[in-house]
């Protein structure tokens, strides 16, 4: 089987290294963006299964992206869990309205990540038809 690949667009290079640790350590593969522009050519380039966005990102920031996201078709189906350091009162409502699957707060405790992105799999799991 193979791996699930996560896209992580987070600027902030020490928890993006981190981030990298946790999700290779529990057998994910992982491809990065920087920043707001990068975000959506990597994710056209490498097609991950989901995407772990910041909202706090320099180019643009995750709220453009996923609103960017939603209107390409290669990009519009694939699950975002968010993960930032800003005020959950109004951005997780605006997260979730533009499609996150999960909401998360930094720092983020490890069990509760990868939980969100379990289920955000699993919620968008589809089974290939039978030829």
């Known amino acids: 089987m193979d791996k699930n690949k996560i896209l992580i667009i987070e600027d902030d290079i020490d928890?993006?290294?981190?981030?990298?640790?946790?999700?290779?350590?529990?057998?994910?593969?992982?491809?990065?963006?920087?920043d707001g522009i990068m975000a959506l050519s990597v994710a056209r380039k490498e097609r991950p299964d989901l995407i772990l966005l910041d909202i706090g990102l320099p180019g643009g920031d995750g709220f453009v992206v996923?609103?960017?996201?939603?209107?390409?078709?290669?990009?519009a189906c694939i699950p975002v869990v968010v993960l930032t350091a800003r005020d959950p009162q109004s951005n997780k409502t605006k997260a979730m309205e533009l499609g996150a699957e999960a909401f998360l707060q930094k720092p983020v405790?490890?069990?509760?990540?990868?939980?969100?992105?379990?289920?955000?799999?699993?919620?968008?799991?589809?089974?290939?038809?039978?030829?």
């Open 15 to 34: 928890l993006r290294r981190a981030l990298n640790i946790r999700l290779r350590a529990n057998n994910y593969d992982t491809v990065f963006a920087g």
């Open 66 to 75: 996923m609103e960017r996201m939603k209107n390409i078709a290669d990009l």
């Open 109 to 131: 405790d490890d069990a509760e990540l990868l939980s969100a992105i379990a289920k955000a799999l699993r919620n968008n799991a589809w089974v290939e038809p039978m030829v």
